[in-house]
């Protein structure tokens, strides 16, 4: 366990809690109704079904605040997950959309019933085929296109060229498939564009293929709130509406948000262990859960001294993580109050995603504490999440 059990102790916002709370520890703060508010705000905006997205935080205790919210199918992205979104909800449909997996991986997928697999390769379509995926199953055809304004791009990992989607495509349908097409914009994406231009060119590998689409994943990638903003997702929704318009026959659509979903709904405050001159030395960095940092930048970052938050004239602080490891800082320089200083503490923003599930423990470091506020924020007439 990398996290102490989940608090009792309530509070209305984050200061209220921290003051309450003293210690070392850092703590996960989470807003059940932020995340309440999101997932209400995707299945009443996007134009088809909404997905989750368990790599995003596997808590346990979030994936059944979603089931309860109305979230019947998640996209799963090993056997240790679909095992889990089992134990929670039995009947949940299960997208098994890690393109490449082992023989044994397919096994256990088969076994939990998975209802849509995604390939990329045509090795990876053999391999399902002599598992024994059967016939009339959903197969997802991964596209990778060199789309800009996401945080950082997953077509360098995952995906197939347009030719290669187009005979995949082909192969999978002649094959007794059902075949659908799916794409990931990239980590952190603001820009409505590259949900249409991945759509467009899924619309022309489908013509060319001959082959009618059953559905379209428009994957993640939606934007969070890391800069203490509400994420501009309405404008993305309808153009992804609009998008249907470049297919001859119109596929249902399909999200699979983790980001967007969960990481605004809570809030992640990490203590300050010392300071000298403009740099901060805190209770946890980049091997705790601070790790996305430096891959994606740093999200919006409060100080919060006795209860209460800092408001003096801010100055730039370096920021460096509890390890004896030189490379455990955060990225750049952070502006903070200039009071700031031992005891006080950093509030991380959009702390809800990537944070469960990859902490590691380096050097005795990465424990962290659970919480529950009403409000993330203090200001009440800024919507939850």
């Known amino acids: 366990m990398l996290h102490t059990p989940i608090d009792n102790v309530r509070a209305d916002t984050p200061e209220d809690w921290l003051a309450r709370h003293g210690g070392e520890t850092a703590v996960l703060l989470h807003c059940p109704g932020a995340l309440a508010a999101r997932h209400a705000r995707f299945r009443r905006g996007f134009p088809g079904a909404v997905t989750y997205a368990v790599k995003a935080n596997p808590d346990a205790a979030l994936i059944a605040a979603l089931v309860q919210g109305g979230m019947t ?32 991986e397919i096994a256990a997928g088969i076994a939990a019933g998975v209802a849509s697999w995604s390939v990329d390769d045509m090795g990876e379509l053999d391999k399902l085929v002599a598992c024994g995926v059967a016939p009339d ?30 005979a995949l495509l082909a ?32 619309a022309q590998a489908a013509r060319k293929a001959g082959v009618r689409l059953s559905r379209l994943n428009v994957g993640g990638g939606f934007p969070s709130g890391r800069d203490g903003a509400e994420p501009a997702l309405e404008p993305i929704f309808a153009a992804i509406a609009g998008g249907v318009s470049a297919f001859d026959e119109a596929p249902a659509l399909v999200c699979e948000p983790g980001r967007a979903l969960v990481a605004d709904a809570m809030a992640y405050a990490v203590r300050i262990k010392a300071r000298r001159g403009a740099a901060l030395y805190l209770s946890d960095g980049i091997y705790g859960g601070l790790s996305e940092c430096p891959s994606i930048g740093m999200p919006r970052v409060d ?48 702390a809800g995603a990537y944070l469960v599930g990859v902490t590691t423990c380096f050097n005795g470091y990465g424990t962290y504490e659970r919480g529950e506020v009403a409000r993330l924020w203090t200001d009440p007439s800024r919507p939850l999440g």
């Open 303 to 350: 100080l919060v001294t006795e209860g209460a938050r800092a408001t003096a004239a801010p100055r730039p602080f370096a920021l460096w993580g509890p390890t004896c490891d030189s490379l455990d800082r955060l990225p750049g320089e952070t502006l903070l109050p200039g009071c700031a200083g031992e005891g006080d503490w950093l509030l991380f923003r959009s």
């Open 73 to 104: 199918a998640f996209d799963v992205a090993s056997p240790a997950e679909m095992a889990l979104v089992r134990g929670i909800s039995p009947q949940a449909v299960l997208h098994y959309h890690n393109p490449v997996r082992s023989r044994a």
């Open 137 to 166: 199953t959903e197969i997802a055809v991964r596209l990778k296109l060199p789309v800009a304004g996401a945080a950082y791009d997953f077509g360098a990992k995952f995906g197939a060229e347009p030719d290669l989607a187009q």
């Open 171 to 202: 192969r999978a349908a002649a094959g007794g498939f059902r075949v659908s097409m799916t794409f990931h914009v990239g980590t952190q994406c603001a820009d409505p564009d590259a949900w249409t231009a991945y759509m467009q060119a899924c």
